[in-house]
């Protein structure tokens, strides 16, 4: 049976290092300690326990006074012995944990817990706790369902998605064997892993079921099955939405099967490259012929006075360039200062319209932002509770006093996402035209095909 390690990441999604867990089960629970190093971690050697524990009743995994410790609000059911750590050297204190339903609830507390499947490995990493878990791959795939597929969609689209996450949860994109796991289960870094549904777990299991082992391929290769919620009627070519991920280079090598392609169901009415006249005609009709038109997600707008702008995009700004990872994106003037906000143009689009590069014209020179995720968050505003744009496919129209100054910022957006690969609405709305699961795959992953693993 494969098994899917997934790194079990804080409520924020910001880190998968945790003070501590919370752990409850209806059955027993066995717990056994090991010592072993990176390489056993990474391979999953565990070898001989130097303890093993049967305990019930709920109970938490922490980092107890420089100890890796699980107990309850009555007694410690166990900790590593000192006289034990002070010895190990480069090995790594570890707890494995079984419950014996194979159910476990597991969360920072008792009222955030979700029920999950599998063992749960808990490494101590410094003063806090790293949680993974061993989970089946095929209920690994139902729980990745869960978290990113309503349950009433149209079965042949949540077949989509099963396949999907099979080949994301087999070959992500993020290599995270330094953190000895496969994946993790946030959407940010991999794909959501949300546990399992009790309730609406049927067509989740029949869609995992029906699709068992299968994964996308190109020339007998598994691919990168990248996806987001909403194309706004055209997907975008992966080099125009990500940088590569070991080197951050932008735009990276372009991979062929990740290529845009319209959502068109009329005979060719939206254009196979859309440029900011189209995206308007696209906004603005009643009924555009796609396949995600039907979903909420295909458009949205929102209006931002200058004040709002000039209070919170400075600030937004000096945030992105304290990101490593980000500053590459963000290219300042001479004088390094984010002045009073001009105005805003666009400087490039990929084929689905989405900006890749935004210029925004201040008082103290120009700013340039690359890449749709940095654009997106750009737009950040906590108090009206906005974390980022739904997508950066949109337009906008720059309202203006008789002096000619920016007082507001209408922006029309298509989609949600970054647009790559499959699209979840788009993918049900195919569905509902009577396209199975392996037409809408072929539709989004260009020349891949079917294979079992």
């Keep these: 049976m494969k098994i899917i390690r997934v790194a079990l990441a804080t409520s924020d999604l910001?880190?998968?290092?945790?003070k501590s867990i919370y752990l409850s089960s209806n059955k027993d629970l066995?717990?056994?300690?090991?010592?072993?190093?990176?390489?056993q971690l990474q391979d999953g050697s565990f070898g001989k326990p130097i303890a093993s524990k049967s305990f019930s009743g709920p109970c938490v995994a922490e980092m107890k006074n420089d100890v890796l410790t699980?107990?309850?609000?009555?007694?410690?059911?166990?900790?590593?012995?000192?006289?034990?750590?002070?010895?190990?050297?480069t090995l790594l204190p570890v707890f494995l944990i079984k419950a014996e339903s194979d159910k476990i609830f597991i969360g920072e507390h008792a009222a955030s817990s979700k029920l999950y499947s599998g063992e749960l490995m808990i490494i101590a990493n410094d003063k806090k706790i790293r949680p993974i878990l061993y989970c089946p791959l095929e209920l690994y795939v139902q729980s990745v369902l869960h978290g990113e597929m309503p349950a009433d969609y149209h079965i042949e689209a949540i077949k989509c998605q099963a396949v999907c996450a099979r080949n994301y949860g087999l070959y992500?994109?993020?290599?995270?064997?330094?953190?000895?796991?496969?994946?993790?289960?946030?959407?940010q870094c991999c794909q959501c892993f949300a546990g399992l549904s009790e309730e609406a777990n049927s067509s989740y299991k029949v869609a995992s079921q029906a699709t068992s082992g299968e994964v996308l391929v190109y020339k007998n290769e598994p691919v990168l099955a990248l996806f987001s919620s909403c194309g706004g009627g055209h997907t975008e070519n992966y080099e125009d939405c990500f940088?590569?991920?070991?080197?951050?280079?932008?735009p990276p090598t372009p991979i062929p099967y990740l290529r845009g392609v319209s959502e068109d169901i009329a005979n060719k009415q939206i254009k196979q490259v859309i440029d900011e006249k189209d995206l308007k005609i696209l906004w603005n009709m009643t009924k555009p012929p796609t396949a995600d038109a039907w979903g909420r997600q295909f458009r949205w707008s929102i209006s931002l006075s200058n004040r709002e702008l000039e209070s919170q995009i400075h600030n937004n700004v000096m945030s992105l360039l304290n990101q490593k990872d980000v500053t590459p994106f963000v290219v300042s003037p001479s004088s390094g200062v984010f002045g009073e906000i001009l105005s805003l143009e666009v400087l490039k689009r990929g084929v689905g319209g989405t900006i890749i590069t935004l210029k925004i014209s201040?008082?103290?020179?120009?700013?340039?932002?690359?890449?749709?995720?940095?654009?997106?968050?750009?737009?950040?505003?906590?108090?009206?509770?906005?974390t980022r744009l739904k997508s950066a496919k949109f337009y906008f129209d720059q309202i203006r006093d008789k002096h000619d100054q920016l007082i507001k910022l209408n922006i029309y957006g298509l989609g949600w996402g970054h647009g790559?690969?499959?699209?979840?609405?788009?993918?049900?709305?195919?569905?509902?035209?009577?396209?199975?699961?392996?037409?809408?795959?072929?539709?989004?992953y260009t020349e891949t095909s079917i294979a079992k693993i």
């Design 172 to 187: 992500p994109r993020v290599d995270h064997s330094s953190d000895s796991c496969d994946v993790c289960d946030s959407y």
């Design 30 to 39: 066995s717990l056994k300690a090991f010592l072993l190093s990176k390489k």
């Design 243 to 250: 940088s590569d991920w070991k080197t951050n280079q932008f």
């Design 70 to 89: 699980i107990g309850s609000d009555i007694n410690d059911i166990f900790s590593f012995p000192r006289s034990v750590l002070q010895n190990t050297g």
């Design 362 to 386: 201040t008082s103290k020179g120009d700013w340039k932002f690359t890449k749709e995720l940095v654009i997106r968050n750009l737009f950040q505003m906590p108090n009206i509770q906005l």
């Design 14 to 18: 910001h880190s998968l290092l945790h």
């Design 420 to 444: 790559v690969g499959l699209q979840q609405v788009g993918a049900e709305g195919f569905a509902r035209l009577g396209k199975n699961y392996t037409q809408i795959l072929a539709h989004y």
